[in-house]
């Protein structure tokens, strides 16, 4: 793993005040998802690690926008002022926002960038306005219209130009979808604090579950089948998602290897704590991630 200073070289980022940026923004991924930042340092090029860096830290930045605005309101300004940004720098290649320059940067370096940003940026509502889903259908809608993008702002920087179309998107959304549906289950706490819940009424009510079950943590035999039905179908849909390895150059493999392998690995842990995970996210334990990182780091380029 080459230094933080030699990736930035690396890949093109000769300004020192674009640098600056860029390695604030790398310290920012690297406090809230921990695992996903030392992947990126240990399996990707460097020559990618801080356009993927960039990345990332975009969609936490907007995703954390939208949930903190909402959509009416005198509050709302915030997220409709980045927006407004974002659109404009899109237009001109210049910000002077340190979580957007690097973006810019890197769509120049990374011209396909641009459309899943776009889209990104199209689908925003979905999550600013959403406080539920009545039907699986709704859902769907969801991951289609705003997680699948999100998705696509780090995955179109590791896939192979010449892939398949149709097979990257059936690979890409099974994976967002298998996430999107664990990050609910692994949210549920904290979202319905906030009056939201990622899970479908219609769901809830094949197991006669109710909302209020959810709120305050009941272990009962509708809430374990419940949890287990959602879980396990988003472990098939991660576990299918490991086709996607076939999309990407070699280099890039390891990374995407560990990054199925590690969300694979929180929704063991999340069905193994049962409905504990109502009152607390499950995450991998730190021996597992690390195996998963050095066990791909033995492979990188395979």
């Not at 960039?54 to 903190?68: E, I, K, N, Q, Y």
């Not at 509708?222 to 991660?238: F, I, N, S």
């Not at 490991?242 to 069905?271: G, M, N, Q, W, Y």
Request: net charge negative.
């Amino acid at each position: 793993m080459q230094t933080w200073n030699k990736a930035l070289t690396a890949a093109g980022v000769d300004s020192p005040s674009l640098r600056q940026d860029y390695t604030q923004q790398g310290a920012l991924v690297s406090g809230y998802r921990r695992h996903t930042y030392v992947a990126i340092r240990l399996l990707l090029p460097p020559v990618l690690v801080p356009h993927v860096v960039a990345a990332v830290a975009f969609m936490h930045h907007t995703d954390a926008l939208l949930d903190a605005t909402p959509a009416t309101g005198p509050s709302s300004d915030s997220y409709a002022a980045w927006e407004e940004e974002v659109r404009r720098g899109l237009t001109t290649g210049e910000s002077t926002d340190p979580v957007l320059r690097p973006v810019l940067h890197t769509i120049a370096a990374y011209p396909q960038l641009r459309k899943p940003v776009e889209q990104f940026l199209a689908g925003a509502p979905m999550d600013r306005n959403f406080s539920g889903f009545a039907a699986e259908a709704d859902y769907q809608r969801y991951v289609d219209g705003y997680s699948l993008p999100a998705f696509m702002l780090v995955a179109c920087l590791l896939l192979a130009p010449d892939a398949d179309a149709g097979e990257v998107h059936r690979s890409c959304r099974s994976y967002i979808d298998g996430s999107q549906r664990l990050d609910f289950v692994c949210d549920l706490a904290e979202d319905l604090s906030e009056g939201r819940l990622g899970l479908p009424e219609e769901t809830l009510k094949k197991h006669g579950v109710s909302r209020e079950d959810l709120e305050h943590g009941r272990d009962t035999a509708g809430t374990r089948a419940l949890l287990q039905e959602v879980l396990e179908q988003a472990r098939l849909d991660l576990n299918n998602s490991r086709k996607l390895v076939a999309f990407v150059p070699p280099e890039h493999r390891a990374f995407t290897r560990a990054f199925v392998s590690l969300e694979i690995l929180t929704a063991d842990a999340a069905i193994a704590k049962g409905t504990q995970v109502l009152r607390n996210s499950a995450r991998p334990s730190v021996p597992d991630a690390l195996r998963v990182l050095a066990f791909e780091y033995s492979r990188r380029g395979v």
